[in-house]
């Protein structure tokens, strides 16, 4: 089932019922912050009314079987499970390491690692790439990504600037003409990619600004990785939808509170005992929005289980299980510039949502490394349904 949707009628109606508790994340407009960040939306006994893929209600079940429509419409059982929105994991690598290999091969393997992440919750996923000198094999990879938008998930790719390569390092305007010059009109005319991203510790501050602001110019949106104040400086300047943040000094959160950038915080450097990272707290504390991001494909020793990413949060970054949720649901949608269609369960937007095997959100982080999906929708259609374990055969 996962890797290839079912015809959806329009006019299909679905009722998500009897949930132990329905995360909505329902709230302010904005990313959440603060207290804001604790505030699920959680109904008890609650129920979700889908049709044609969107969400049309999510309120009490009793409410809701009350209603014309939910009576004819086609029934999912949640039978004292949690329901969510899906989970949106703001920063992986589907590519790497593999450019010799056939387009076709490319393409298998990344939606292989596409259905591994549904199956533990993932619906809308981001994706960077490299800025390769090879024009043609960077071209290959772009139309490779790009053709796996919406199976099963939802994919945004950033085209990422992560260092200026050793044979431009005496010639930097040389790479930057050919960033600016050749890969970004191609991109941009050819629609193969959402964002540019641009490593801000790896790449001096002039040539950063020179490759997001000619993004810009071509109609691509931004995103950074700042490892530096003045790198993180920039990237407010400039407005970025999010910025993955390795340290946050004290006097920089303030700077963040008033900007309208998501900070992107990844507990994967935390779990290879890098030592515990307080920074989210003092993030949180200080009115800075916040996102979860497992980093796989790029940090040593990454999950893409974005449930044990929220087991990580609450264990080594010092967050709440409510806030983690919050992180890793409704501000990463805000990160990605995708909070009018998903991250919520609120009339409108995408029926994205993973049915979990808990009675209780908070035991995510109390069992860490196990996989809870019973069930994950995408656009109101199963793309994941847990299976039964094989019958042992007799002696």
Not at 8 to 14: G, K, N
Not at 46 to 71: C, D, H, W, Y
Not at 164 to 169: F, G, K
Request: hydrophobic share 45%.
């Amino acid at each position: 089932m996962v890797g290839q949707f079912q015809d959806v009628p329009a006019e299909r109606t679905i009722l998500v019922r009897g949930a132990r508790q329905v995360l909505t994340l329902r709230g302010p407009a904005g990313p959440r912050r603060g207290a804001a960040l604790s505030d699920l939306g959680i109904i008890t006994d609650g129920a979700v009314l889908i049709r044609g893929g969107k969400i049309l209600q999510a309120s009490l079940s009793r409410r809701m079987e009350n209603l014309s429509i939910a009576r004819r419409a086609r029934e999912i059982n949640a039978a004292g499970r949690v329901v969510m929105p899906g989970f949106i994991d703001n920063r992986v690598q589907l590519l790497s390491g593999q450019r010799l290999s056939p387009a076709r091969r490319l393409e298998g393997r990344a939606r292989s690692l596409l259905a591994s992440m549904a199956r533990h919750g993932t619906t809308t996923v981001a994706t960077v790439t490299n800025a390769l000198l090879d024009g043609a094999r960077e071209l290959k990879m772009l139309r490779v990504l790009a053709a796996l938008d919406g199976s099963p998930l939802t994919v945004f790719t950033a085209y990422c600037a992560q260092f200026v390569p050793p044979e431009y390092a005496d010639n930097e305007a040389a790479y930057l003409d050919l960033l600016c010059g050749e890969a970004m009109p191609a991109i941009a005319r050819r629609k193969l990619a959402r964002f540019a991203d641009v490593n801000l510790g790896a790449i001096g501050l002039t040539a950063a600004r020179k490759i997001l602001e000619c993004a810009r110019s071509f109609g691509l949106d931004l995103r950074c990785t700042a490892s530096r104040a003045a790198g993180l400086q920039l990237a407010l300047e400039l407005d970025v939808a999010s910025v993955a943040c390795a340290t946050v000094e004290q006097n920089e959160i303030a700077d963040l509170r008033a900007s309208n950038s998501v900070a992107l915080l990844s507990p994967a450097p935390v779990f290879r005992g890098r030592g515990k990272n307080s920074r989210a707290r003092a993030l949180i504390e200080g009115g800075a929005a916040i996102a979860l991001a497992s980093g796989f494909g790029l940090e040593p020793g990454a999950t893409y289980n974005m449930q044990m990413v929220i087991a990580l949060a609450c264990a080594e970054m010092d967050m709440s299980p409510a806030e983690a949720v919050s992180a890793a649901t409704v501000n990463s949608a805000h990160a990605l510039l995708c909070q009018d269609q998903t991250g919520t369960l609120e009339p409108g937007k995408n029926a994205d949502l993973v049915m979990l095997n808990l009675e209780d959100y908070r035991d995510i982080a109390q069992q860490p490394g196990v996989n809870h999906v019973h069930m994950v929708l995408k656009n109101g259609a199963t793309i994941y349904q847990e299976g039964e374990v094989g019958v042992w055969p007799e002696k």
